[in-house]
Protein backbone atom coordinates (compact mmCIF):
# COMPACT_ATOMS: atom_id res chain seq x y z
CA UNK A 1 0.00 0.00 0.00
CA UNK A 2 1.74 3.29 -1.51
CA UNK A 3 -0.51 6.86 -0.49
CA UNK A 4 0.95 9.77 -1.24
CA UNK A 5 -0.74 13.15 -0.55
CA UNK A 6 -0.57 16.40 -1.95
CA UNK A 7 -2.14 19.97 -1.42
CA UNK A 8 -1.77 21.23 2.11
CA UNK A 9 -0.63 25.02 2.38
CA UNK A 10 -1.67 28.30 4.07
CA UNK A 11 -4.72 29.59 3.96
CA UNK A 12 -6.90 32.64 5.68
CA UNK A 13 -9.49 31.48 7.74
CA UNK A 14 -12.72 30.72 5.60
CA UNK A 15 -11.06 30.08 2.67
CA UNK A 16 -10.92 26.59 0.91
CA UNK A 17 -7.82 23.78 -0.03
CA UNK A 18 -8.18 20.08 -1.70
CA UNK A 19 -6.75 17.98 -0.32
CA UNK A 20 -5.81 14.72 -3.06
CA UNK A 21 -4.34 11.46 -2.18
CA UNK A 22 -2.85 8.96 -4.96
CA UNK A 23 -2.94 5.43 -4.55
CA UNK A 24 -0.89 3.00 -5.83
CA UNK A 25 0.05 -1.09 -4.78
CA UNK A 26 -3.26 -2.05 -4.35
CA UNK A 27 -6.39 -2.74 -5.59
CA UNK A 28 -8.14 0.29 -4.99
CA UNK A 29 -11.59 0.05 -5.02
CA UNK A 30 -11.77 -2.85 -2.66
CA UNK A 31 -10.28 -0.23 -0.08
CA UNK A 32 -12.24 2.25 2.35
CA UNK A 33 -10.00 5.24 2.39
CA UNK A 34 -9.54 8.11 5.16
CA UNK A 35 -8.58 11.25 5.72
CA UNK A 36 -6.88 11.40 9.53
CA UNK A 37 -4.89 14.56 11.29
CA UNK A 38 -3.00 15.92 14.10
CA UNK A 39 -2.43 19.30 15.53
CA UNK A 40 0.76 19.76 17.59
CA UNK A 41 0.58 18.63 20.25
CA UNK A 42 -2.51 16.34 19.71
CA UNK A 43 -4.04 12.76 19.02
CA UNK A 44 -4.08 12.26 15.57
CA UNK A 45 -7.66 12.34 14.86
CA UNK A 46 -10.57 10.92 12.42
CA UNK A 47 -11.73 13.18 9.85
CA UNK A 48 -13.65 11.55 7.08
CA UNK A 49 -14.51 7.74 5.62
CA UNK A 50 -15.59 6.78 2.20
CA UNK A 51 -16.50 3.33 1.68
CA UNK A 52 -14.74 1.47 -1.67
CA UNK A 53 -17.56 2.36 -4.08
CA UNK A 54 -17.84 6.15 -3.27
CA UNK A 55 -21.49 5.23 -2.25
CA UNK A 56 -21.25 6.35 1.17
CA UNK A 57 -19.04 8.64 3.34
CA UNK A 58 -19.09 9.44 7.20
CA UNK A 59 -17.50 12.34 8.82
CA UNK A 60 -16.74 13.73 12.10
CA UNK A 61 -19.03 15.83 13.90
CA UNK A 62 -16.55 19.64 13.61
CA UNK A 63 -15.83 19.13 9.73
CA UNK A 64 -19.82 17.91 8.84
CA UNK A 65 -20.88 20.38 6.14
CA UNK A 66 -17.36 22.08 5.97
CA UNK A 67 -15.58 19.21 4.06
CA UNK A 68 -16.35 16.49 1.75
CA UNK A 69 -14.37 13.61 1.01
CA UNK A 70 -14.59 12.04 -2.41
CA UNK A 71 -12.86 9.82 -4.57
CA UNK A 72 -12.12 8.56 -8.64
CA UNK A 73 -11.83 4.72 -8.87
CA UNK A 74 -10.21 4.81 -12.19
CA UNK A 75 -7.23 7.44 -11.63
CA UNK A 76 -7.05 5.91 -7.68
CA UNK A 77 -7.25 9.08 -6.23
CA UNK A 78 -9.40 10.29 -2.88
CA UNK A 79 -9.50 13.50 -2.29
CA UNK A 80 -10.60 15.92 0.71
CA UNK A 81 -12.08 19.20 -0.64
CA UNK A 82 -12.59 21.24 2.98
CA UNK A 83 -14.05 24.94 3.01
CA UNK A 84 -14.97 27.49 5.51
CA UNK A 85 -11.18 26.85 7.34
CA UNK A 86 -10.71 27.64 10.63
CA UNK A 87 -7.43 27.96 12.38
CA UNK A 88 -8.49 24.40 14.35
CA UNK A 89 -8.58 22.87 11.20
CA UNK A 90 -4.58 23.52 11.25
CA UNK A 91 -2.86 20.16 11.11
CA UNK A 92 -1.28 17.72 9.24
CA UNK A 93 -3.70 15.60 7.12
CA UNK A 94 -3.03 11.77 6.43
CA UNK A 95 -4.61 9.31 3.87
CA UNK A 96 -5.29 5.97 5.66
CA UNK A 97 -6.42 3.02 3.57
CA UNK A 98 -8.15 0.21 5.02
CA UNK A 99 -9.07 -3.62 3.35
CA UNK A 100 -11.27 -4.50 6.19
CA UNK A 101 -9.21 -7.61 5.89
CA UNK A 102 -5.98 -6.08 7.96
CA UNK A 103 -4.46 -4.56 5.21
CA UNK A 104 -4.04 -0.69 6.11
CA UNK A 105 -1.55 1.73 5.12
CA UNK A 106 -0.46 5.52 5.95
CA UNK A 107 0.57 8.39 3.58
CA UNK A 108 3.34 10.48 4.57
CA UNK A 109 1.07 13.50 5.29
CA UNK A 110 0.25 17.29 3.93
CA UNK A 111 0.71 20.09 6.69
CA UNK A 112 -2.24 22.88 6.32
CA UNK A 113 -2.38 25.62 8.13
CA UNK A 114 -5.11 28.11 8.83
CA UNK A 115 -4.04 31.35 9.41
CA UNK A 116 -4.63 34.81 8.88
Known amino acids: VQLVESGGGLVQPGGSLRLSCAAS????????MSWYRQAPGKEREWVAT????????NYEDSVKGRFTISRDNAKNMVYLQMNSLKPEDTAVYYC??????????WGQGTQVTVSS
Open 50 to 57: ISGTGGSA
Open 25 to 32: GFTFSMYA
Open 96 to 105: YANSGWGETG
